[in-house]
């Protein structure tokens, strides 16, 4: 994974716009979903070229972040999320869809050399690349416009981590030493991120994959190092991961979730790793 700057940058959250070529503990419900739109033309040629995703029902609930004020819970309110994290094979279609994301057509500005770099060329896996294995080598920017040419969007922190808390029988599990050091040893391990989909483990909500095989880029990843009552205002605090960076933490002992946020405090848009998958969600 790289080493970690102990201190970081919170650089302005940037939206872009793409255009597309072509009663509380109830089990969560599994919708096999077609990513059609009648409003977009883009989409309509998606689905002609790829799998019919399936996406689960995440039930309306609520969740103390790591960071935010003490015991303050944030409400995270009913979605669709990918079971899975999106594949080589559906990435594929979607750049011989839309040519502009293509690795050697993208512009820096939205994705950097490594864009893509484990593929053959353009249109093409290497040797070594499963198709059903996640996609990786991907800038924020590519992912988002993938995200809304299929009718959905990426993930908020607060929808991540909500889903992520889960094992396979509890809704939250984070205090459960057990699934922290899971996590952690997953953390480790080298080249998981070439491993087919859906070998990992399913979650209490029936999603896959949500640890121990990528990391996973979110709507609001550089958003996390917000300060204030919650982390929606207006106020940085760059110094978040330096010396003092645990004392507004709720839980000292949740490593595995102090390595997520200073990944995600590290990244800029336009990055592009080989660890770094995403998903795509879709509220209702």
């Not at 089990?27 to 739109?37: A, E, F, G, I, R």
């Not at 094979?89 to 502009?100: D, E, H, S």
């Not at 922290?180 to 080249?191: S, T």
């Amino acid at each position: 994974m790289g080493i970690m700057k102990p201190c970081i940058l919170i650089l302005p959250f940037v939206f872009l716009s793409v255009s597309c070529l072509h009663k509380d503990e109830q089990k969560p419900v599994v919708t096999k979903q077609v990513n059609k739109d009648d409003n977009s033309a883009g989409l309509l040629s998606l689905n002609q070229m790829t799998d019919t995703v399936t996406m689960i029902t995440i039930q309306q609930g609520s969740y103390t972040p790591l960071y935010g004020k003490l015991k303050t819970k944030v409400k995270v309110n009913e979605f669709l999320i990918d079971v899975h994290p999106v594949t080589n094979r559906q990435y594929l279609a979607f750049v011989k869809a839309n040519p502009q994301w293509r690795r050697s057509q993208v512009k820096a500005i939205y994705a950097d050399k490594n864009y893509l770099s484990n593929w053959l060329n353009d249109t093409t896996l290497a040797a070594d690349q499963l198709s059903d294995a996640p996609v990786t080598n991907v800038s924020w920017f590519a992912v988002n416009a993938y995200c809304e040419c299929m009718g959905k969007e990426l993930p908020t922190v607060d929808q991540w981590e909500y889903v992520a808390m889960a094992n396979e029988n509890k809704k939250d599990a984070r205090r459960e030493k057990s699934f922290n050091q899971y996590i952690l040893g997953w953390y480790e391990k080298l080249e998981t991120y070439n491993k087919p989909v859906q070998q990992t483990f399913k979650n209490y909500w029936g999603v896959w994959d949500m640890h121990g095989l990528v990391w996973e880029w979110t709507k609001d990843f550089n958003e996390v190092m917000i300060s204030g009552e919650s982390r929606r205002d207006v106020s940085n605090d760059e110094n978040k991961f330096c010396g003092s960076g645990s004392i507004g933490a709720n839980n000292l002992m949740d490593y595995a979730a102090f390595m997520r946020y200073a990944f995600r405090g590290s990244l800029k848009a336009n990055y592009s790793m080989q660890n770094q998958g995403f998903r795509c969600v879709k509220n209702k």
